[in-house]
């Protein structure tokens, strides 16, 4: 079971240049579901490959979409 949760943040910041944005929109077991904040992009992850990323309670406030 992941500790991901609906609503959860996700950021990655692969340049000093860009940073990208997320919100799990999705959680099915070891599928998480993830919408970034360039071009309402939607993609489907498994928990694992999200350990890469900083991951911040949906508590966390950020000014997304």
Same mark, same amino acid.
């Given at each position: 079971m992941s500790?991901?949760?609906v609503e959860d943040i996700l950021i990655v910041i692969?340049? %000093?240049a860009d940073e990208y944005w997320g919100k799990i929109i999705a !959680?099915?077991?070891n599928k998480i579901t !993830? %919408?970034?904040?360039?071009?309402?992009y939607v993609r489907e992850y498994k928990a694992?490959?999200?350990d890469i990323?900083?991951?911040l309670p949906k508590a966390y406030q950020l000014?997304?979409?």
């Open positions: 500790n991901f949760a692969p340049s %000093k !959680v099915d077991g !993830v %919408k970034w904040n360039w071009n309402n694992h490959d999200l990323y900083q991951h000014p997304l979409f």
